[in-house]
């Protein structure tokens, strides 16, 4: 499957603890992402579901604390066995899903043996061997190296992404999809096209240290001048050909990311730096000028990896 084809079911849930055997689940949040006419072919939400859930065991203080439900609240509410179909209606909207979160094991663990207590399977698919569970957080860890931590909280502002209801499901399933949009961006620029090398992208060792040339480690050093501005960077080969046209809204901070063997190892963006020979710049006013004048340029010089922008008008 074409990354760009594939539909992800964003899922959090709230619960009275951490263990999925002892613990009950006390809110559950799904958001469907995908691309839609409505968004104009872009990735955004287009469809939810969300409900309290009575856990049929005492919330403690502390977990009441960390997400503001109690037990007052959940009182009288539905329980688990009553929404399964609602679940699994929403879930079958689509032949083939993603089951995505910022830790999508702990939500899937919860799911999965909740479902199980009420003789229902959760059903996944496959792709290539692996599981249809996308973790934001192991993405993090390959896209971001250099964020200290990986939390959703720092995540989210590291996109500028607001959450006013966080640790509360639907809020933290709308951010982590918001999450997800810019890390399926970031996918595509790096050249992973199909669904199965994202879902191997996640679980690649990020570990990976290769001794650098003394090209790169010439243009690293004139990457560190450039401005924390947005803008439209360009790499070209040694013999002038235009590989490369990207924009930013931190200039600096993403062509630096290309030099990280955490964000380029099992990519075709390692073919890409080992045939950059110049990068150049160009400040623009805001990230959406950077964004029309990266379209236009694409467009005018057709870049070899940009293979992805060149599919949509």
Not at 78 to 103: C, Q
Not at 214 to 237: A, I
């Given at each position: 499957m074409l990354l760009r084809d594939a539909s992800f079911v964003v899922v959090d849930v709230e619960t009275t603890g951490l263990n999925a055997v002892n613990g009950r689940i006390t809110e559950i949040a799904m958001v469907r992402f995908e691309r839609s006419p409505s968004h104009g072919e872009s990735w955004g939400m287009v469809d939810s579901f969300t409900t309290l859930i009575n856990p049929e065991q005492f919330?403690?203080?502390?977990?009441?604390?960390?997400?503001?439900?109690?037990?007052?609240?959940?009182?009288?509410?539905?329980?688990?066995?009553?929404?399964?179909?609602?679940?699994?209606?929403f879930l079958g909207k689509s032949d083939a899903f993603v089951?995505?979160?910022?830790?999508?094991?702990?939500?899937?663990?919860?799911?999965?043996?909740?479902?199980?207590?009420?003789?229902?399977?959760?059903a996944i698919s496959t792709a290539a061997g692996l599981d249809y569970l996308l973790c934001t957080c192991k993405l993090a860890r390959r896209m971001l190296?250099?964020?200290?931590?990986?939390?959703?909280?720092?995540?989210?502002?590291?996109f500028g992404i607001k959450n006013p209801a966080k640790h509360r499901a639907m809020g933290d399933a709308e951010a982590t999809a918001k999450v997800l949009g810019h890390f399926l961006a970031m996918a595509e620029e790096m050249?992973?096209?199909?669904?199965?090398?994202?879902?191997?992208?996640?679980?690649?060792?990020?570990?990976?240290?290769?001794?650098?040339?003394?090209?790169?480690?010439?243009?690293?050093?004139?990457?560190?001048?450039?401005?924390?501005?947005?803008?439209?960077?360009?790499?070209?080969s040694s013999s002038g050909d235009v590989l490369y046209v990207g924009k930013a809204k931190n200039l600096r901070d993403r062509v630096t990311s290309y030099f990280s063997d955490a964000n380029t190892q099992g990519t075709k963006l390692a073919q890409l730096m080992r045939s950059v020979k110049e990068i150049a710049y160009e400040e623009t006013g805001s990230e959406l000028s950077a964004l029309l004048l990266e379209s236009r340029r694409i467009k005018e010089l057709s870049p070899r990896f940009n293979s992805m922008e060149r599919r949509y008008k």
């Amino acid at each position: 499957m074409l990354l760009r084809d594939a539909s992800f079911v964003v899922v959090d849930v709230e619960t009275t603890g951490l263990n999925a055997v002892n613990g009950r689940i006390t809110e559950i949040a799904m958001v469907r992402f995908e691309r839609s006419p409505s968004h104009g072919e872009s990735w955004g939400m287009v469809d939810s579901f969300t409900t309290l859930i009575n856990p049929e065991q005492f919330i403690s203080p502390f977990i009441t604390r960390h997400t503001g439900i109690t037990n007052a609240m959940v009182y009288g509410k539905p329980k688990f066995g009553e929404i399964v179909p609602e679940i699994k209606r929403f879930l079958g909207k689509s032949d083939a899903f993603v089951l995505t979160g910022h830790n999508v094991g702990f939500d899937y663990g919860f799911l999965a043996r909740s479902f199980e207590r009420h003789n229902e399977t959760l059903a996944i698919s496959t792709a290539a061997g692996l599981d249809y569970l996308l973790c934001t957080c192991k993405l993090a860890r390959r896209m971001l190296p250099k964020l200290r931590s990986r939390s959703l909280v720092n995540v989210q502002a590291y996109f500028g992404i607001k959450n006013p209801a966080k640790h509360r499901a639907m809020g933290d399933a709308e951010a982590t999809a918001k999450v997800l949009g810019h890390f399926l961006a970031m996918a595509e620029e790096m050249g992973i096209e199909s669904l199965a090398e994202l879902l191997r992208f996640q679980n690649a060792k990020s570990n990976y240290v290769r001794r650098k040339t003394k090209r790169e480690r010439s243009l690293r050093e004139h990457v560190k001048l450039f401005p924390e501005r947005p803008g439209v960077y360009t790499m070209t080969s040694s013999s002038g050909d235009v590989l490369y046209v990207g924009k930013a809204k931190n200039l600096r901070d993403r062509v630096t990311s290309y030099f990280s063997d955490a964000n380029t190892q099992g990519t075709k963006l390692a073919q890409l730096m080992r045939s950059v020979k110049e990068i150049a710049y160009e400040e623009t006013g805001s990230e959406l000028s950077a964004l029309l004048l990266e379209s236009r340029r694409i467009k005018e010089l057709s870049p070899r990896f940009n293979s992805m922008e060149r599919r949509y008008k």
